[in-house]
């Protein structure tokens, strides 16, 4: 054999033998970081602690959270270990956190499906492009103190003065110095009797006097109009949420009705026992 094949070869060998110490060293969650008494803690549990701790430190680097993780680890395996037998409080409390971990794990591979834009696009539609659409008021009033004032103020918008000009003068509210103008509002935005007495009203029409805890306006409907859908843009996020609320709704109801479920029903129950926490022992 040339002295150049024996080379290779050595060179092939050597990388052979350093294939499975390499593989040995690549981290996994069973990577043992510490032993208690012969049980092994792992990265695996480490890993799981870093997930839970509140939410200013998951970005804290590694090399300031391991001892401490680590302490806590070890520090609970001895613990655990003095305590020895495991007591009824502890069994039952990991099965109903194991069966909570489980039951968010499904939650959250649902959540993950994509929303596809046929969806959005449909909901968008169903919510604001078909939807009944609200109705919009663009008006104006004049506020004062008594009636009196207020019935004086029709008579002279009924003589023709100008209701701007009445305002800017008249009126006791901010939006005297604008003419009275309150601009777009919707149902619900006004004082209940304001809205009810807007509501009544054509374009372009005064109301008699209407009190509210403010005083006494006369009002002058503008504007009417049906409101405008949001952009699509607008609503996106909060169609997306719909959508996934709805099916993962869609899901649980499926899944618990498919199961083969018994239970106790209250009516039927002695429901002093949910009092009785002394069963679940020290």
């Known amino acids: 054999m040339s002295k150049t094949l024996r080379t290779v070869c050595a060179a ?38 870093r997930t839970r701790l509140e939410q200013q430190y998951q970005s804290l680097p590694a090399d300031v959270l391991w001892d401490g993780i680590l302490d806590q680890l070890v520090r609970q395996e001895a613990l655990k270990q003095a305590q020895g037998t495991e007591t009824t409080r502890v069994r039952i409390a990991v099965e109903n956190e194991r069966r909570a971990l489980m039951a968010s794990e499904k939650i959250a591979d649902i959540a993950a499906v994509p929303i596809t834009e046929e969806e959005i696009q449909a909901a968008y539609n169903i919510s ?35 209701f701007a000009d009445l305002a800017r003068t008249a009126s006791t509210g901010p939006s005297g110095p604008g003419g009275g103008s309150l601009g777009w509002f919707g149902p619900g935005m006004m004082v209940e009797p304001f809205q009810k007495a807007v509501e009544m009203m054509e374009p372009g029409a005064i109301s008699a006097p209407v009190q509210t805890q403010f005083g006494w306006h006369v009002i002058k409907l503008n504007e009417v109009r049906d409101k405008a859908a949001p952009p699509l843009e607008e609503v996106r996020s909060l169609l997306e949420n719909e959508l996934r609320t709805a099916a993962l709704d869609a899901f649980i109801n499926a899944t618990v009705e498919a199961a083969e479920v018994t239970r106790t029903d209250s009516a039927d129950a002695d429901l002093t026992m949910l009092d009785q926490l002394e069963l679940l022992g020290e």
């Open 12 to 49: 092939a060998l050597a990388v052979g033998l350093a294939l499975p110490v390499q593989a040995q060293d690549t981290p996994s969650v069973d990577t043992v970081v510490a032993t208690v008494n012969g049980t092994e803690i792992t990265l695996g549990h480490m890993l799981m602690v």
């Open 128 to 162: 604001y492009v078909q939807a009944e659409k609200a109705t919009e008021y663009n008006a104006s009033h004049i506020l004062v103190e008594t009636e009196e004032t207020a019935q004086d103020i029709v008579a002279q918008l009924e003589g023709g003065a100008d």
